[in-house]
DNA sequence: ATGGTCATGGCAGGAACTGACATCGCCGAT
DNA sequence: ATCGGCGATGTCAGTTCCTGCCATGACCAT
């Protein structure tokens, strides 16, 4: 029997989202995608906490996307958060644009999935805060900022994953924080 | 048998309220809470989608405390927003702050009933946002206010349940606006 | 009283997880 | 080269969440 293929987690993060764009997620058992990786329901609990965690592995990076660069940033909170998610928007090439189309597709079709990237930003806002605050933001003004840094990411990435969009994600989070500047700002 | 006693929706709430508080959410099974209010498990099902369910009930009027002023506020977006949070916190009297206070506590110690908070507002700021373009605003500026809106509530409302805080959430929230406004204006 | 209707009970079963223990393959120590 | 450890996986039993289906009890209009 062949036990040892190596790749485990990624045999089954891809299987996992081909049956869920095919059967849809509530169609899809967990023994379902582990067949399907050629390994057992109990193993794909060794490697994600819950079935929804399959589509969102890889937190640790993505925060770190944001509080690296939020480090090395210079100016008031606002600025920082800002540069940060500038940053962090270069990571998203437009080679990923395909898949990430594909896997919002999935999540947005069920409120499980939703809620579980609700709680992942929600935690990212949350880290990018407690950053700040680290460094001596008062706690209201370091939540706003990190909250409206999120909701120029979150708003943007829903455009560059809408169909026929072909800006950068760069340039929409650029034009979300014009909009921003402007609602506030008048 | 005492078949009919009437408010089982209500007994259930209060019933898991408590048991979540004194043997905390995953230590608390759904037949336990059924047992507590005199029902069954089935009938728990039938009054609540999911477990979580019990503590997120009332998202109809809570969302219509906001869409209601919403309709009958004049300005642009944002300001109506801002003036749809200001009249929905008129509806948290003090004398709710106890009860919520207990809650929150619960919610926030279990990441599960976190993800369902965060789906509840999100449902919330969809809401709100898609009133704003049903009357013609622009679909980013009205996703952008919507979500300051839910922004500014959701951070003055962690003020207003915390340990020794006397201000009402409405004053709360005029903070929080002041601090975004000079976060983002200046 | 009679029939309809609605809330509830009872039961069976699927799917999501979890804990305990066994097994397999690799790799370093002797 | 053999042995023994170690990490990844398999196996199995069990709990809990949740759903479908049908039966039963209570209230109401006639």
Redesign the interface.
Known sequence: MVRWEGGARERLQAAALRLFVERGYDGTTVADVADAAGLTERTFFRHFTDKRDVLFAGQEEFEQSYLEPLARAEG???SRVLAAVDAAAARFPDERRPWSRLRQTVIDAD?RL???E??KL?LLSEAIAGRLRAEGVEP??A???A??GV?VF??AFA?WIAAGETRSLQDLQA??LA???S????
């Not at 609602?183 to 008048?186: C, F």
């Open positions: 008031d909170a606002m409120p939703r809620e579980r609700l709680l929600s209201v003004p939540a706003l900022a909250e409206n909701a979150r708003i455009s034009e979300v909009r921003l500047r609602l506030l700002g008048a």
